[in-house]
């Protein structure tokens, strides 16, 4: 299948900065992709959903000035945690899919802490 | 809304044993359904993925079914090992890509 790599792949930050997440597939155009978030022992809930060129829509709930994506490329989409908080400590995934392809490809995942 | 069901929350079974995993689904109308495991602090490794035109799909020794119409999905897991520990997740995809995930089944087999 497709590659879809996520970089850092952990990551620790003091309160009140801002952390960036990558999103890359690798080969192939990704004309969508999707962040994932993860609390210990639960299961992946969507936050938003970007489309290449365009503004994301975010999923009731998820502060979109508090997580900037940008998906700027066809291969490339970032995820900024503004004025991380410790409550902001979560696993982040992103998932990518092309026009016509039949599944959307995951990430590996970024584990964030915030102390 | 699509919701995503799955049952047992969590299972332990010994080594060797056969083993059947739960997916419900609310809404009917869906692309179609992804079987993950997941391993602890780790990401996403895709099993099975089913269309919405097929019944079931096969790999070594995992076999999921899907059941469209009464929104159900199941993996079984033959001959299971204590490698197979691990959470699976159940996943459903409706138009576009947007993926809707059930909580998932914590498995531990025990050697």
């Known amino acids: 299948g497709a590659v879809v790599s996520q970089h850092p792949s952990r990551v620790i930050c003091k309160s009140g900065t801002s952390v960036k997440i990558e999103c890359r597939s690798l080969?192939?155009?990704?004309?969508?992709m999707f962040w994932y978030r993860q609390f210990p022992k639960q299961s992946l809930m969507l936050m938003a959903t970007?489309?290449?060129?365009?503004?994301?829509?975010?999923e009731q709930g998820v502060e979109k000035d508090k997580f900037l994506i940008n998906h700027a490329s066809l291969t490339l989409s970032t995820l900024t945690v503004t004025s991380a908080h410790p409550e902001d400590s979560s696993f982040y995934i992103c998932s990518a899919g092309s026009t016509g392809a039949t599944e959307a490809f995951f990430g590996q995942g970024t584990r964030l802490t915030v102390v | 809304k699509q919701e995503v069901t799955q049952i047992p929350a969590a299972l332990s079974v010994p080594e060797g044993e056969n083993l059947v995993l739960n997916c419900s689904f609310t809404d009917s109308a869906i692309y179609n359904l992804q079987w993950f495991r997941q391993d602890p602090g780790k990401g996403l490794t895709s099993l099975l993925l089913?269309?919405?035109?097929?019944r079931e799909q096969t790999s070594g020794r995992l076999n999921a079914s899907l059941d469209k119409s009464s929104g159900r999905s199941t993996l079984y897991i033959a001959a299971s090992q204590p490698g197979d520990s691990a959470t699976y997740l159940c996943?459903?995809?409706?138009?576009?890509?947007?993926?809707?995930f059930g909580a998932g089944t914590r498995l531990f087999v025990k050697a």
């Open positions: 080969d192939f155009q990704a004309t969508t």
């Open positions: 996943a459903v995809r409706a138009g576009g890509f947007k993926t809707i």
């Open positions: 089913i269309q919405s035109s097929q």
């Open positions: 970007s489309n290449e060129g365009s503004k994301a829509t975010y």
